[in-house]
């Protein structure tokens, strides 16, 4: 790209320091890029001024005095205006220098002061000295300008800027520059760094030369990585001005621009003396939290970021995403997720970052959050158009993503297939017999197997996402709440509520074998255990992998206590509580609400099954990590197999593989026991933010939370309900529900056997789309979630009436 050559520098020969870094850095643009710099004339406050030293030395004085708190600003202002009337230029020494630099005939010129202490790397005075534009080049007009910014340079502005950044004294003096207006059809400032390795371009539409911070302006960040895009503001040789600028300063450069179609004029060069090196982060559980209820060891977090690390590309190649694309966004990939303080968070913001990849509609972000819940949103980003070009470019990944969608039911089938039949491959794998780096070996082949095919389960949840996020926004009104929940009920495929009748259908076997009100240490003493055994294994091989907190690595399965198992059986109502048809849907919503309605419910049924087949995969992983323990128990390098769960998936490769230098495993849980004894007694939000030079280090609530008084929540499961309350902290299997209202903080898959004994629910967490939300809808049991204080506002034994449509929480009169 060409420019057209806007002059030659024009200063005295004779000029050779002492006129301010504006005025060096313009001659340095002037010497660099000859022609992209308007004529211009340097000054020098010293030749202009008649006997500038005596005037120099008292305004120096004068500045000292004030900035040491020995004078007041009243006494300085009055200096101040006493001073600007004794400063005299020497028009004759102007006159000739403007003549000899042919201003005259430059139509119109801007004046600025290039002081001595303005635009240094730590104190740039932004905007505290005088800048006239378009000043006709008249030598009495020019000079008047002069003595208008001679008279800024002591002015109160000035040396109040001065005390605020700390400085004991100030150099006065330097130059003005002299320069032909260039009369551009777009004006702006570039800043070289922005702390993210881009370039911020800011800019506004007119002629004005002027830095660009108000509230009309455009702005723009450009990696430097990469290769420049096609559209710019200004011609894209000023970026490559701006590289060439950090290297001779070896700072970063903020840039003063002008362009008129393919001419650029560079206006002004200093060093950026604002550099963001603070950045800020936010996490949410609202939603994980369902998953990973409080404190989760490291081996289960180090597992799960990288199983989302690798998940969650693969879904985006499914739908066609490109591989360059998803190459930058590497960095959400493996930041999904947060560890703070023992607790699993989303990093909410990599997840907005992910739903830009999708194509299709521009609601996506609407409908993931009414898919998620997050505690907070973002402000919703301006839609950028498309246009002919960029909607053709689009067009094959909706193309695709339609045909995917279409294609969603066989695809789940296929993966139900595939899986199940490498499950059972895994689960007659006897791990007790592998070596150390075996075990190693195997799980990331399980991992690799079982879980880089969820990409089908990670495209059922968007289909989810779409069709739900239609249900919601698109088919009902705020108002047809229960409509909206109507719609939800009904699953086919019942894969949550068949565990559930299982061990119904178990209970009933064991007291039928023993006797109706037999206890649970008789069923395991009774002389039938051997018989009674065998139906709880039964009952284990379909569902052993669930379990409370299920996707945590650390906690226990079913089968690890036959006491849990047997309690949880014996619990149940000997009478069942089947799960409730769906009633006749009254189509009140909007065209197409039956049909949206229909792939809601075919998408949360798969939804549910791969929850399961999901914990299936974590118990596979519990027990080989377990038996990795179990050998690191047998070589002295730990004190107990479930120690295991206290280190890191890196440290196991490091101490199996020898790529560690500190082989202290003890020390290392040792350590991590205590801090996570401090974590156990802190109490931190749904939503955290953090900002600084490193973020996570400062970290700050930031929940929106109501008053005091009674809960509220979200309705999720119709039916006014008046029973007594059981607060519960954590699962246990011997807790009487029956009857009750269970009032906790979170209810994963796991828990649901318990709470289906509960006349109804009230959790801190979840949405329409959580687990508790669903199996509550098909047995029918009122349940409000997401009641934040709900454990801390309600007491066990209170009466309260909880209404699942609307929900309301009323103390009972």
């Not at 211009?40 to 030749?47: C, N």
């Not at 082949?445 to 926004?473: C, Q, Y």
């Not at 395991?524 to 379909?542: A, F, I, M, N, T």
């Not at 309350?725 to 906790?744: H, M, Q, Y």
């Amino acid at each position: 790209m060409t420019n057209t050559p806007l002059g030659q520098t024009v200063a005295p020969s004779e000029l050779v320091g002492g006129v301010g870094n504006k005025a060096d850095g313009l001659r340095e643009l002037a010497q660099r890029y000859p022609g992209l710099v308007p004529e211009f004339i340097i000054l020098p406050i010293s030749e202009i001024v008649i006997d500038w030293s005596t005037h120099r030395a008292r305004a120096e004085a004068a500045i000292t005095t004030y900035l040491s708190g020995e004078s007041s600003t009243a006494e300085f202002e009055q200096w101040s205006d006493n001073n600007k009337a004794a400063v005299q230029t020497d028009s004759t020494v102007i006159a000739k220098m403007l003549d000899r630099a042919g201003a005259s005939e430059w139509g119109s010129v801007s004046v600025r002061t290039s002081a001595l202490a303005e635009d240094g790397a730590d104190s740039s005075f932004a905007g505290q000295y005088r800048t006239a534009l378009n000043c006709p080049a008249d030598p009495d007009r020019i000079e008047a300008e002069i003595r208008a910014c001679l008279g800024e340079l002591t002015s109160i502005g000035i040396v109040s800027y001065a005390k605020s950044r700390g400085l004991t004294s100030l150099e006065v003096g330097g130059s003005i520059v002299v320069q032909r207006m260039f009369h551009g059809s777009r004006t702006g400032v570039l800043l070289s760094e922005s702390g993210r390795g881009e370039i911020t371009l800011a800019w506004s539409e007119g002629s004005r030369n002027t830095t660009v911070d108000g509230e009309n302006a455009q702005h723009l960040l450009v990696s430097k990585l990469t290769e420049w895009p096609r559209r710019l503001p200004a011609p894209a040789a000023l970026l490559d001005i701006a590289l060439d600028c950090e290297r001779w300063l070896g700072h970063p450069v903020d840039i003063e621009w002008a362009a008129k179609g393919n001419t650029l004029a560079l206006l002004q060069v200093r060093p950026q003396t604002t550099l963001q090196l603070d950045y800020d982060l936010a996490w949410d559980c609202s939603n994980i939290a369902e998953n990973y209820p409080g404190i989760t060891l490291p081996l289960t977090y180090s597992f799960i970021r990288g199983l989302y690390s690798r998940v969650y590309p693969a879904f985006f190649r499914l739908i066609g995403v490109s591989r360059a694309a998803l190459e930058e966004k590497q960095s959400v990939f493996r930041n999904t997720l947060g560890y703070l303080g023992g607790r699993v968070y989303y990093q909410i913001d990599n997840w907005y970052e992910m739903i830009k990849l999708l194509p299709g509609p521009n609601r996506n972000q609407d409908f993931f959050q009414a898919m998620l819940q997050p505690s907070r949103t973002p402000g919703v980003e301006t839609q950028k158009k498309l246009g002919f070009a960029g909607g053709l470019a689009m067009a094959p990944l909706i193309a695709r993503m339609g045909w995917l969608l279409l294609r969603s039911n066989s695809m789940s089938e296929r993966f139900k297939r595939q899986f199940g039949l490498k499950l059972r491959r895994y689960e007659a794998l006897d791990w007790t017999r592998l070596q150390a780096d075996a075990i190693l070996v195997e799980i990331e082949r399980m991992r690799s197997e079982l879980l880089t095919m969820w990409a089908v389960p990670v495209f059922n949840d968007l289909r989810v996402m779409i069709f739900h996020g239609l249900l919601k926004t698109y088919c009902f009104t705020p108002e047809q709440h229960a409509d909206y929940l109507g719609y939800l009920h009904g699953l086919s495929d019942r894969a949550s509520i068949a565990p559930l009748s299982a061990l119904g259908q178990l209970g009933n076997e064991l007291r039928s074998l023993t006797r109706p009100t037999v206890s649970v240490q008789e069923v395991l003493d009774s002389p039938k255990w051997p018989q009674l055994k065998g139906l709880v294994d039964e009952y284990l091989d379909r569902f052993g992998g669930r379990a409370p907190d299920e996707l945590q690595l650390e906690n226990p399965r079913l089968g690890d206590d036959y006491s849990v198992i047997v309690s949880l059986a014996l619990g149940t109502d000997p009478a069942g509580k089947p799960a409730r048809d769906a009633g006749p849907r009254v189509a009140r919503g909007r065209f197409g609400t039956a049909w949206t309605g229909k792939h809601t419910r075919q998408a949360i049924d798969w939804r549910e099954r791969f929850r399961f087949n999901r914990a299936q995969v974590y118990g596979l992983a519990r027990t080989a990590y377990s038996a990795l323990g179990e050998r690191l128990v047998q070589a002295n390098v730990l004190d107990t197999a479930s120690d295991v769960f206290w280190v890191t998936e890196d440290e196991l490769d490091q101490t199996v593989y020898g790529h560690g230098w500190d082989r202290d495993l003890r020390g290392v849980v040792a350590r991590r026991k205590a801090e996570f004894a401090e974590y156990e007694s802190a109490t931190l939000a749904r939503r955290m933010v953090g900002f600084g030079l490193i973020a996570p280090r400062s970290l700050l609530a930031d929940d929106q939370r109501s008053g005091d008084g009674m809960a509220k929540g979200m309705g999720v499961s119709p039916g006014v309900l008046t029973a007594e309350v059981i607060v519960v902290g954590e699962f246990d299997p011997t807790i009487d529900v029956r009857g009750k209202i269970l009032v906790t903080s979170h209810i994963d898959p796991g828990w649901t056997l318990l709470f289906v004994q509960a006349a109804g629910v009230v959790t801190e967490r979840g949405n329409a789309l959580s687990h508790v939300s669903i199996i509550s809808r098909e047995l029918g049991m009122p349940a409000v979630v997401a009641a934040m204080g709900a454990t801390e506002v309600l007491r066990t034994g209170q009466i309260i009436t909880i209404n699942g449509t609307t929900g309301d929480i009323d103390e009972a009169a």
